[in-house]
């Protein structure tokens, strides 16, 4: 008799992983048995930070194969950087395909790969070796775009027609850590790291509840980016010093913008429009959307959280991300995210996978999912280059690999 409980296992010990670690504390019916890092202290103060927030006797492994290899671990948490993906899916499957090991489950963060080829490499191993995958991506779950979504379409479409345009968009000030601000160990800059976000709830938006977001075919896409802050020779210096990259040399997008053109099952249109920034100025991490259709429209803003602070210059205290991720400053008045786990859609879709790896749930979100956003963020890269709109998918889309990844992106 298979457990009514998954033990899961952390691949990643950084702030992504941390997050989701969160969100497992609504999660009842699994817990969070491991952790492994490159960086062995790294993995040690994962493994301790999770047995506080008491989601699991967790504790840090040598190696992913001894992890996966424990007969304790049902489903890898796959956490890492952009650069690592391959090689830590390729040591996954090579424990499950040689029998060492078995998992019910592996639950990937965005983007799926660097490329397409990366993203249709690593979709091949795992459904070679036989496991279930569900493709991560937190704003998909969160409560104000599932309950949102839910209800313009139960309410508005049923009775004036389906949707014809969605918005999203994330906003902050840059990454944490110094990989992700390297487009060649990235994929990228700020398009491929947070537009797979964006672009797949606008899919999402303007797709029933329900139904397979491919049932809304992708047309057209039109992409844009600029470096419009931190390849200034003030913020390159400030970059190069915190995070030891050369933005006047080797610069990434820290903005970019996508339309997307897509045809709908009934043969007419809808749009979905995304934006995403590393340049923004505000309290911290902003994430909105919107929909519209014929006689109704939604709209959600992270940041009006129905909690504001005040502080005056009198109070000093240490700088932080106490009120909101991304936090850029600690007086005057500021919103804040009461639950970021929460609010963020981490605690729902964390929830979701351990019940789809139980058997108790189809996955809403697979690999496929997550090949599909990389193909229209190539696609978008690849429309920025050239400055014009792309049909979609364009050919050679597989070979593409964009100039900011490549280091030889210009800014104009």
Not at 87 to 93: L, R, T
Not at 140 to 162: D, M
Not at 251 to 273: H, L, N, R, Y
Not at 298 to 303: F, Y
Request: hydrophobic share 40%.
């Amino acid at each position: 008799m298979s457990s009514p409980r998954l033990g899961i296992g952390f691949i990643g010990s950084g702030f992504n992983a941390r997050f989701h670690m969160q969100g497992f504390r609504q999660v009842r019916d699994a817990d969070v048995l491991g952790v492994w890092s490159p960086n062995a202290k790294n993995a040690a103060s994962a493994a301790k930070y999770a047995r506080e927030l008491d989601i699991g006797e967790c504790k840090a492994y040598k190696s992913i194969t001894e992890m996966v290899c424990d007969p304790k671990i049902d489903a890898i948490w796959l956490n890492g950087p952009n650069h690592a993906r391959i090689e830590n899916v390729e040591e996954i499957c090579a424990a499950v395909t040689s029998g060492k090991a078995t998992l019910k489950g592996i639950a990937c963060e965005k983007p799926l790969g660097r490329t397409v080829a990366e993203a249709k490499h690593i979709l091949k191993l795992v459904e070679k070796a036989g496991i279930m995958h569900g493709y991560l991506e937190n704003q998909y779950f969160s409560p104000q775009v599932s309950v949102g979504h839910n209800l313009i379409w139960k309410r508005g479409a049923a009775n004036t027609g389906r949707p014809y345009l969605a918005r999203a968009a994330e906003e902050h000030s840059g990454p944490h850590g110094p990989w992700f601000w390297s487009g060649e160990q990235q994929g990228g800059g700020v398009l491929n790291d947070m537009m797979c976000h964006s672009v797949l709830v606008v899919r999402q938006l303007l797709t029933p509840p329900g139904e397979s977001l491919t049932t809304l075919v992708p047309k057209r896409v039109t992409g844009h980016i600029a470096s419009l802050k931190w390849s200034r020779k003030e913020y390159a210096a400030q970059l190069k010093k915190t995070m030891g990259v050369d933005y006047l040399k080797k610069p990434s997008e820290d903005f970019a913008s996508v339309t997307i053109e897509f045809e709908t099952p009934d043969g007419g249109m809808a749009i979905g429009e995304a934006t995403t920034s590393w340049s923004f100025v505000g309290p911290g991490l902003r994430l909105s959307a919107e929909l519209l259709g014929p006689e109704y429209s939604m709209k959600w803003n992270s940041l009006e959280s129905g909690l504001d602070l005040f502080f005056s210059r009198a109070v000093k205290g240490k700088t932080g991300e106490d009120i909101v991720e991304k936090q850029m400053a600690e007086t005057g008045q500021m919103p804040v995210v009461v639950n970021e786990a929460i609010a963020y859609g981490y605690e729902a879709e964390d929830r979701h996978f351990v019940r789809a790896f139980l058997g108790k749930e189809k996955p809403a979100l697979t690999w496929h999912d997550g090949l599909d956003v990389v193909k229209l963020l190539m696609t978008a890269y690849m429309s920025a280059e050239q400055g014009k709109t792309i049909e979609f998918p364009p050919r050679n889309i597989d070979k593409f690999v964009p100039q900011v990844a490549q280091g030889t992106w210009k800014p104009r």
